[in-house]
């Protein structure tokens, strides 16, 4: 028996039309590249697939089995078929839909993304949320603090029913360098990140970090603290990054 | 004697070690695995200082023991040479014992196993409980002590690592575990033999191939494992090892033991067991001279019923916390650090001796169905159950594949307990389900479990009488099941949630009608669309009850009762005229709310009570009813 | 806990990243809980996020982050402890001292834990003072064990 490799050539079928890919690939990224619309909120191609929000499902068929799977953390294997819209996926998806509504009723993503698949209410208890509020625990903020910042500043906390995404005891991320990737990755918009009075507030990691002031335009741009991150990992002194990205490029 | 370099080395120190015992020889086997809970210990302790304070100290041993499996009649003592066999016993009995016993050779009849027609049974092996079982991987817990590896070899150990170095190529080794049937004991069943070759042919560039021992036995009412752990470690090292010799070798096979924190003396003796071990050179380099190395570390979980998942137990050795991931890529080729890794769960590992020792044709002719040319074709070998609950004889038993329900309860567990009536059995733990009455004539083994919506499961086997409520049992699981979820996936962590409000509100007398409709679809959504075992399985047991029980479901809803007794906001406790007045209940009932004078009948008011069932415990005269 | 005490559970375990819940469990065995000094310790010793070592101090249920009691009384929740009544012992223990479970009483005299089965299951339903296993409970039973430990405090 051969093994294949990453990144081997394989052909594979979708609703019966063949395509080509590269053996490892996210399954659910060959969907959306070859138009099929699959939904999903854990998803980012940036970052390591992760399984969570079980939205992304489809129906393969390997060998003789056929079975009900998140396409995100499939990885596409030679002589695949691949079913994106059969009885049982829209069925479980309306299920899973039902439990994020009654988990984050006050999302309007979660919301917006239910109504589309024509779930408009769910038959089961709505928790009650509490501070972390729109937040679906698809774990995209830790995974882009991790694998693209390698800060690591935040992770999932507890377990099961007490699972939740936070900084060490939910108290002041001192690793957070404040550099917004989470914010800007996050499905439900619900890290918060504000500007005043030359800080960088961001609500959910505790985090207030002085932003610096540009010594060319006097604008305040990132935080200093990311900037002497970013000093030490790439050894550029830090008087060249007192300067705001605009006008060190008007320099250039 | 140190290091042993070559199998005809190993021969020649077993000759040496059986030529200096004394068969004759007295010994003092105590079981100190469960039967530390009944104070087992002290038990050990008092053996020990009778024999100094006789000067009997070095004439006769202790030893303290594995699980000798009939837990309900502890704690257990068996004496050698002859196996006699005493129950019960107690600090206070040691004196007599090692007067009457040990000196003078009488058997002391107050603590040997009667018939109810009071015929006496002085042997382990005449007792009912142990005759109708066939223990070959529990036979040596009564007599071995853990702590001894020279124990171990002097009964055969190590005799079938010895034969496969001497005398087979690893291909022969991973055929002769195929050929012979043997599957998961860890619950799922799959053929070991074809894990194996998966994990020997999947390529690894360094060579390294990781052969693990999964001991995170996280099954609530099982201890199969903890037994073999405790009471013959050095039986699932030597199956590691002929693993590792066939799957590894040449190569770079590494070991790895995960088991569970809440078995600190699982943990103490495999640590004691692979010291030995290494010193005897059957772990480390160059083992008995040929040429494979390969060495064992002890990974303890942390209290994560998860961890019991493969995925999850690897990402644990690797240092995250226990989150399972996809298995579309099998372990057997990217499993720990991304290395082909081999996973089985202890009694899988400690068949293993036993295979390679007896031979395959030996090993299929116990069991059902035909393995020839088919690992899945049937159920071979024998397999350990923890048989627990509302069961007369308590334990653990080892059975052929394929014995009936009836026969493991009744024939070795003596029926139900107080002559009360059977009502289900549970195997599977959390991942199984809850079979009726009119199942119990089903042959237990692998394929026959899973057709009736059950599994066989690692061996947990809680027997149910008619003071159980199925509702209750269901929603017991599913709340055990909503804590241990890692949380990663919506579906278990959310979907059980919900499934235990459902269920809660119906145990609560709240259920409505389309809530059955309601648990059916959103339990299929479970099954099928969540990420790891734990979840696709998680309403196995909801499932299993709806199914064979749907009455009480029913019950619970339209006439807000329960029948088991169980659901405190269903039932209410009262006094009947039994009473003879003696205050007890009175006295402990936590709200006070129970009136009466001594010698008078007694009354508890119910608006006040809190439904804890102190009374009920406490009383001596059967005088509390449950309504 | 001192850095002495800290480097040798540290070197015992070859200061491997992948040790962490072995030297977590070995820091808890000394100090009863986790105090949030030495996992920050631990984190910078490995060179791991602090992040990390929270994370799977809350995953693992045998991990307190609060300290725990004088005696601790942990109560078997397995599915045969269950069905003979585990419940009630739980429920007897957190009435007769005013604790949850997961709890420490006010006075740091005892903390309740529950365990998802100790694999005694034929001795149940079991619970474990202070390391003491104690099989086939009642609710007699358990107001004498626990009397007794009472009576043992007040004399001391």
């Known amino acids: 028996m051969s093994h294949p490799k990453k990144g081997d050539k394989v052909t594979f079928k979708i609703e019966g039309r063949t395509y080509d890919g590269r053996y490892g690939d996210s399954l659910l990224e060959q969907l959306r590249k070859h138009g099929y619309e699959v939904p999903s909120l854990c998803y980012h191609e940036a970052v390591s697939p992760y399984g969570s929000c079980r939205l992304c499902l489809v129906e393969v068929k390997k060998g003789k089995k056929q079975k009900v799977t998140t396409s995100c953390n499939y990885p596409v294997q030679e002589g695949i078929e691949v079913f994106v819209n059969t009885e049982k996926v829209r069925r479980y998806r309306k299920v899973v839909l039902q439990l994020h509504l009654s988990k984050t009723p006050k999302s309007k993503a979660v919301r917006d993304l239910a109504a589309e698949y024509g779930v408009m209410e769910t038959p089961y208890e709505v928790q009650e949320q509490d501070k972390d509020n729109d937040c679906v625990l698809c774990g995209l903020c830790s995974r882009v603090c991790d694998e693209i910042v390698h800060v690591s500043a935040i992770s999932f906390t507890g377990r099961g029913q007490n699972k939740r995404m936070q900084s060490p005891y939910d108290e002041t991320a001192e690793a957070c360098i404040g550099c917004g990737a989470c914010v800007y990755v996050c499905p439900t918009d619900c890290i918060g990140l504000q500007e005043s009075d030359g800080i960088r507030h961001i609500e959910k990691w505790h985090r207030d970090l002085p932003l610096q002031t540009c010594e060319k335009c006097g604008k305040q741009f990132f935080p200093t603290f990311m900037l002497m991150e970013f000093s030490k990992r790439t050894g550029i002194s830090k008087d060249q990054l007192n300067i705001c990205p605009a006008c060190r490029n008007s320099v250039v | 004697m140190a290091r042993i370099d070559s199998v005809s080395e190993l021969e020649k120190y077993r000759a040496q070690l059986v030529a200096h015992r004394d068969p004759e020889r007295k010994a003092i086997s105590v079981c100190t695995s469960g039967c530390i809970a009944y104070g087992a210990d002290k038990l050990v302790d008092a053996f020990r200082q009778g024999l100094k304070a006789r000067g009997l100290d070095d004439k006769v041993d202790v030893k303290t023991t594995g699980c000798h499996g009939f837990c309900e009649r502890g704690p257990l003592v068996v004496i050698h040479p002859g196996n006699l066999f005493y129950q019960r016993v107690q600090p206070g009995d040691v004196d007599e014992i090692l007067d009457e016993t040990i000196e003078k050779g009488e058997n002391i009849d107050r603590l040997m196993f009667h018939l109810d027609d009071g015929t006496v049974m002085a042997c382990e092996d005449d007792v009912p409980f142990y005759k109708n079982q066939k223990r070959l991987l529990l036979k040596d817990n009564s007599s071995l002590d853990p702590y001894s590896i020279d124990d171990y070899i002097a009964l055969g150990g190590y005799g079938a690592l010895g034969k496969v170095l001497a005398g087979m190529k690893p291909d022969e080794v991973v055929t002769t575990v195929k050929d012979s049937g043997l599957r998961g004991r860890g619950g799922g069943g799959f053929p070991t033999g074809v894990k194996w070759e998966s994990c020997r042919n999947a390529p690894s560039d360094d060579g390294v191939r990781y052969i693990i021992c999964n001991a995170d036995e996280g099954d609530p009412g099982a201890f199969m494992d903890r037994a073999l752990l405790e009471g013959n470690p050095h039986a699932v090292i030597e199956g590691m090892i002929i693993g590792a010799f066939a799957i590894g070798h040449p190569g770079k096979p590494q070991g790895y033991v995960y088991v569970r924190n809440e078995y600190p003396i699982a943990v103490e003796r495999l640590g004691v067991a692979l010291e030995q071990a290494r010193e005897k050179g059957l772990l480390g380099d160059d083992i008995l001279g040929s040429g494979l190395s390969f060495d064992i570390r002890i990974n303890k979980g942390g209290g994560a019923f998860v961890c019991g998942e493969s995925t999850a137990l690897m990402a644990s050795i690797e240092g995250d916390v226990g989150e399972p991931r996809a298995k579309h890529i099998h372990t057997v080729e990217a499993g720990l650090w991304d290395k082909p890794t081999n996973l089985n769960n202890v009694e899988s590992w400690a068949n293993v001796p036993l295979i390679l020792d007896r031979g395959v044709e030996w090993f299929t002719a116990i069991g059902t169905g035909d393995v020839r040319g088919n690992p899945w074709g049937g159920s071979k070998g024998t397999k350990i159950f923890a048989l627990v609950g509302k069961v007369n004889n308590t334990g653990l038993v080892e059975v052929p594949m394929g014995t009936t329900l009836r026969e493991i309860i009744y024939d070795i567990g003596g029926g139900i307990k107080d002559g009360k009536e059977f009502k289900a059995v549970q195997t599977g733990g959390p991942s199984g389900g809850c079979l009726p009455a009119d199942k119990l004539d089903l042959p237990v083994d692998f394929d026959e479990l899973t057709k009736v919506g059950s599994m066989m499961g690692s061996g947990g086997m809680i027997v149910m009488d008619e003071d159980t409520c199925m509702v209750d049992v269901a929603r017991y699981f599913l709340h055990f099941l909503a804590d241990e979820s890692c949380g990663k996936c919506i579906t278990c962590r959310e979907g059980l949630v919900q499934l235990c409000s459902i269920v809660d509100r119906i145990c609560e007398g709240n259920g409505k009608p389309e809530d059955l409709e309601l648990l059916d679809e959103l339990s299929e959504t479970v099954s099928e669309a969540s990420l790891c075992a734990l979840g696709q399985t998680a309403p196995n047991p909801l499932r299993s009850t709806m199914k064979y029980f749907r009455e009480e479901y029913e019950e619970h809803i339209n006439e807000k009762k329960c029948r088991g007794g169980v659901c405190k906001s269903l039932i209410t406790y009262s006094i009947n005229d039994k009473c003879t007045g003696c205050l007890i209940c009175k006295k402990k009932c936590p709200q006070q709310c129970i009136s009466g004078e001594k010698d008078k009948l007694h009354v508890i008011d119910q608006s006040n009570c809190i439904k804890c069932g102190v009374c009920m415990d406490v009383c001596k005269y059967d005088a509390v009813d449950v309504n | ?156």
Request: with cysteine; proline share 3%; hydrophobic share 40%.
């Open chain 3, 1 to 156: 806990m001192d850095d002495t005490k800290l480097n040798t559970i540290l070197d015992k375990h070859h200061r491997d990243p992948a040790e962490l819940l072995a030297i977590l469990m070995d820091i808890q065995a000394v100090e009863n809980y986790l105090p949030k000094d030495d996992m920050k310790q631990v984190a910078k010793e490995l060179k791991i996020p602090f992040s990390k070592v929270y994370s799977m101090a809350t995953f693992f249920a045998t991990f307190s982050l609060e300290p725990r009691g004088k005696h601790i009384c942990t109560v078997c929740m397995g599915t045969a402890c269950h069905v003979r009544g585990a419940a009630r012992l739980v429920d007897q223990v957190q009435r007769d001292f005013e604790v949850e479970a997961g709890g420490t009483t006010d006075d740091m005299f005892l903390t309740l834990e529950t365990v998802n089965c100790v694999g005694a299951c034929a001795l149940g339903p079991l619970m474990i003072v202070d390391g003491e296993y104690h099989g086939n409970m009642d609710a007699g039973k358990l107001d004498r064990v626990l009397r007794k430990l009472k009576k043992q405090d007040a004399k001391e």
